[in-house]
């Protein structure tokens, strides 16, 4: 089974909509990282989360961390075209700074 | 600022031949340097960590190898690819404990 798991695998939302990424972790997390891919590029950082009940945001992307530190979410307000891609979270499970990673979700917006 | 190279961008390599991905950094000094692999469908596999000059760990065993012969130089080879190699391939950087890792473009490896 997945150390961390994503939900859901894939989305379509329409242009405007507001949607939720969730990312779960059975363990306590040192820290969470969300990225988001485009597909066949690179992972582009998007915020970290290391302290239980930290909310960070970023235009209209908002990450969350809850008290436990076992799970997190993005939420994305009035989606544009432009947050169209994979979004995966990467956690540092056992405080050594290697990363384990969700699969991802597939976010697809449409007009 | 800082930045990473990945060379190549894409690769197409017959099974058995050699390899070598090459990933730079610029603008900082002892990053530490990660190679993931990308597989279809699935998440992100760490398979080579390296804290400096020399310094290697291995994620999993495999058919590949790492090497550091520069601070901010990272290369990743194989003398023999199998077609099981085939996947996307990142380098990543990071200042240390608690910070992002950053990426590169990537390197699609396709196997004949």
């Known amino acids: 089974s997945q150390e961390l798991e994503q939900s859901p695998q894939s989305l379509i939302v329409q242009e405007g909509k507001n949607l939720t990424i969730n990312c779960t972790s059975s363990?306590?997390?040192?820290?969470l990282y969300w990225y988001k891919q485009k597909y066949g590029e690179g992972l582009i950082f998007l915020m970290m989360?290391?302290?239980?009940?930290e909310e960070k945001s970023h235009e209209k992307i908002t990450a969350k961390l809850d008290e436990k530190k076992q799970q997190s979410s993005l939420h994305i307000t009035a989606s544009q075209p432009s947050h169209a891609g994979i979004y995966l979270c990467?956690?540092?499970?056992?405080?050594?700074?290697?990363?384990?990673f969700g699969t991802g979700t597939r976010l697809t917006i449409i007009p | 600022s800082q930045t990473i190279h990945q060379w190549p961008a894409t690769l197409v390599q017959p099974v058995g031949s050699p390899l070598s991905l090459e990933c730079t950094v610029e603008?900082?000094?002892?990053?530490?340097l990660y190679w993931y692999r990308q597989a279809a469908g699935r998440g992100l596999q760490l398979l080579f960590y390296?804290?400096?000059?020399?310094?290697i760990s291995s994620e999993v065993p495999q058919n590949l190898s790492a090497s550091r012969p520069q601070d901010r130089q990272f290369i990743l080879s194989s003398k023999k690819l199998l077609l099981s190699d085939s996947g996307f391939y990142l380098c990543?950087?990071?200042?240390?404990?608690?910070?992002?890792?950053?990426f590169g473009d990537g390197t699609r490896l396709s196997i004949l």
């Open positions: 363990k306590t997390l040192y820290g």
């Open positions: 990543a950087w990071n200042r240390g404990s608690n910070q992002p890792q950053h």
């Open positions: 989360l290391q302290k239980g009940g």
């Open positions: 990467g956690a540092d499970l056992w405080g050594n700074e290697k990363l384990t």
């Open positions: 603008g900082t000094s002892n990053p530490n």
């Open positions: 390296s804290v400096g000059i020399g310094q």
